[in-house]
């Protein structure tokens, strides 16, 4: 089926270590999207990806890194892991113009 | 700036039961407006969208809401609740401009009893 794809689903990390959280989309969207979700605060925009080859900040970026590393493929790295960030990370995408997001199931991730 | 306020942390209402979700909303410029909904463990799923067309919107699961210009305000409604709707659910805004990004209210989670 046609979608979003997240890996990996859940992921724990000790204080300091790196990793990164993979998203691919087959729909040939143009826009790709970073939120993250914690209890009571919705969702916040990490960082999104406009078009290929371009990315921008959204609320909270620090201490993530993203690459957009083709039409499909849209990456999200923690350089060094704090515990602020557990959370859980949705990767959306959507076409330039129809305003709708199409969302991956999420990654679940706890640094302790 | 665009926002979104959901009025209602935790609704719960009766199986059969009138469910209204409220948002609220800020923008600028004419907004695009967007309900979603999340099952436990799961991403989430566009149930409708307001896109400056019709004012009275229908979505999935028999799902409804209506853009109230002069209230700011794009309330969901269901005539009669199901079991199956209990889940969480999330009102959006975008400027609707080419690449504009969603900002999502604070989400609520709606229970349902039998």
């Known amino acids: 089926n046609a979608g979003v794809t997240q890996t990996p689903k859940f992921q724990v990390l000790k204080t300091g270590q790196s990793m990164t959280l993979q998203c691919a989309q087959d729909?040939?969207?143009?826009?790709m999207y970073w939120y993250r979700q914690d209890p009571g605060m919705g969702l916040r925009l990490i960082y999104y990806?406009?078009?290929?080859?371009?990315?921008d900040k959204g609320e909270v970026p620090n201490g993530y890194n993203v690459s957009r590393l083709n039409k499909r493929e849209f990456s999200l790295r923690l350089e060094s892991a704090a515990p602020s960030q557990t959370s859980v990370y949705f990767c959306?995408?959507?076409?330039?113009?129809?305003?709708?997001?199409?969302f991956g199931s999420g990654t679940r991730l706890t640094v302790v | 700036a665009q926002s979104v306020t959901q009025l209602g942390s935790h609704v719960s209402v009766s199986e059969g039961a009138l469910v209204l979700l409220r948002c609220n909303y800020s923008?600028?410029?004419?907004?695009?407006l967007f309900w979603y909904v999340q099952y436990p463990n799961q991403g989430l799923q566009l149930l409708l969208k307001?896109?400056?067309?019709?004012?009275l919107v229908k979505g999935i699961n028999g799902f409804e809401a209506e853009f109230k210009k002069s209230e700011t305000s794009f309330h969901l409604t269901k005539p009669s609740a199901h079991m199956s709707d209990a889940a969480e659910y999330f009102c959006?805004?975008?400027?609707?401009?080419?690449?504009?990004?969603?900002?999502f209210g604070e989400g609520t989670q709606l229970t349902v009893n039998p």
């Open positions: 959306a995408s959507s076409e330039t113009g129809t305003y709708g997001y199409t």
């Open positions: 729909m040939n969207h143009n826009s």
């Open positions: 990806s406009a078009s290929e080859g371009t990315t």
């Open positions: 923008s600028s410029v004419p907004p695009y």
């Open positions: 307001y896109t400056s067309a019709a004012t």
């Open positions: 959006a805004v975008s400027e609707g401009t080419s690449g504009s990004r969603l900002t």
